[in-house]
């Protein structure tokens, strides 16, 4: 992959996506807006991409972070995929967003950087093309929550507002989001490809997406199985870590479920609060399709798709190429719950694993949810070993369990200030609750305060940190008869 000069202000952009047959992008400009303006910066991003971030603030920058320049060396495409939306498959694209390029870091890493909300592309199907502040600013929280979580996810490194409105059921300021990711090729990239590309276009892709993020793959017998394999592991660690925090995606359509597995569409996303798996916050899942219990299930379903389109470049022969893949999505399942029992096991203490570990995660959880325990929280007092003012810690049953996981911890040769420790750096002390995210959109969207939205934001940077500034964060909503729902938009 090409390697270019970096410019004065930093960008070192390159265009290795825009070498793949045409039939992946529609080229394109973006859209100018009537007056950007910055409303936040995230330095230390623009930093590690090695972007001058004084430049970046100026005039000059935010008029790139608004579409109404482009930095050199950028070459604006939107791209084509495909997915199956709530199991429904459907030619899609980027609507509203423009790949500028990838921008090549100091330390020789690529990223994409992509503006969201840049105006009408070829896969706008009747939209706008833009993007409103509230939802815009919702993903630049939640995701660098993610980040400071430790989960693998695309990341805000801008969001300027246009000076425009955009019509959704009222008018709302409209705003412009510039998302950093590892790439955005997606399995729903892959279905594309499959169905609307030749044979050689599929292949061409496969060869990209490894060369880009599996180089190591390229020596193998069969590269395309690799493929299979090395997504499905990051995948099944991926989704571990998702219901380990109580996080629900809301919305796992294909297209929003990336190759390289990091997190990408934080649109009606949520976090859990009370512990119960049929949890769901997305006004669209009638169904309960992407519930929290669900997610392990429909990554499956996912990467079944996703080897759906290998199928040709696995074996010249069908039945082979079904069998050599049936065997490699078969392998989600046990990934999956590896990771999730040993990421359980950390949150409870334990440094190594005995038969009986199932059945003492097992019986929180259910307590957890016959109570309806905050997820979170109860974690959290778990991990100072502080039993919370809750109806879960007053329970016999609870007393009992109690005495068992004394038992257990006391069994290891670790000692019990080596287990809380564990603990602590297991068990975030703040996730973005539902309640304080939208309290910060409020205040910046019908007030022009971004104060609420900043002190959150320096809260949820260091969620393990269990510092007394989280205490006021970690508490969760007012009952209401209402249930908390979120909406599609970003």
């Known amino acids: 992959m090409t390697e270019k000069k970096t410019t004065e202000r930093g960008w070192n952009l390159d265009n290795s996506y825009a070498r793949l047959p045409k039939t992946f992008f529609s080229s394109i ?48 495409l939107a791209q084509a995929y495909a997915g199956h939306q709530f199991g429904h498959f459907t030619m899609l694209g980027d609507g509203r967003a423009l790949l500028l390029g990838e921008q090549i870091t100091p330390e ?131 989704i571990a870590k998702w219901q380990l925090v109580g996080f629900i995606h809301g919305v796992m359509n294909t297209d929003n479920m990336t190759i390289c597995a990091e997190t990408i569409d934080y649109g009606p996303c949520a976090f859990m609060n009370h512990y119960d798996p049929a949890t769901v916050f997305s006004s669209i899942d009638r169904q309960g399709r992407y519930a929290y219990g669900n997610q392990p299930h429909m990554a499956a379903w996912n990467l079944a798709r996703f080897a759906e389109t290998l199928l040709p470049l696995l074996d010249e022969e069908e039945e082979q190429a079904v069998k050599v893949a049936q065997e490699a999505i078969s392998e989600f399942a046990d990934l999956y719950h590896c990771n999730w029992n040993a990421g359980m096991r950390a ?56 005495k068992s996981w004394q038992a257990r911890l006391e069994r290891q040769e670790e000692s019990k200030a080596s287990s809380l420790e564990l603990m602590q750096k297991s068990n975030p002390a703040v996730i973005p609750r539902n309640h304080r995210v939208e309290e910060a959109l409020e205040a910046a969207v019908e007030r022009g305060d971004y104060s609420v939205m900043e002190k959150l934001l320096a809260v949820l940077s260091n969620p393990y940190g269990h510092s007394p500034e989280h205490s006021e964060y970690a508490t969760g909503p007012e009952p209401s008869k209402e249930p908390y729902r979120t909406f599609c938009g970003t």
């Open 29 to 76: 400009e973006p859209t100018p807006v009537e007056s950007p303006a910055l409303i936040i910066c995230n330095e230390s991003l623009a930093r590690s991409l090695g972007l001058n971030v004084q430049d970046l603030q100026s005039q000059d920058g935010v008029a790139l972070l608004a579409g109404n320049k482009t930095p050199e060396g950028a070459m604006p």
């Open 108 to 238: 020789g890493e690529r990223f994409d950087i992509q503006l969201k909300g840049s105006g009408i592309t070829p896969y706008s199907r009747g939209g706008d093309g833009r993007a409103a502040l509230g939802p815009m600013l919702r993903e630049y929280i939640v995701s660098e929550a993610m980040y400071g979580l430790g989960i693998a996810t695309t990341r805000s490194l801008a969001v300027v507002t246009t000076g425009e409105s955009v019509l959704r059921e009222k008018k709302l300021p409209g705003a412009i989001l510039t998302r950093v990711a590892s790439s955005h090729l997606r399995v729903g990239t892959f279905q594309y490809a499959a169905n609307w590309g030749t044979p050689d276009d599929l292949r061409r892709l496969a060869d990209y997406t490894i060369q880009r993020h599996f180089p190591e793959g390229a020596q193998e017998e069969n590269p395309y199985l690799y493929l299979l394999q090395e997504v499905s592991k990051r995948q099944a660690l991926q």
């Open 347 to 402: 949150k409870l203490g334990l440094f190594q694993e005995e038969p009986e570990d199932k059945e003492l995660i097992k019986g929180l959880l259910s307590m957890m949810e016959k109570y309806s325990a905050d997820y979170t929280n109860t974690f959290r007092a778990l991990s100072f070993d502080k039993p919370a003012e809750s109806a879960l810690f007053k329970t016999t049953e609870f007393e009992s369990w109690h």
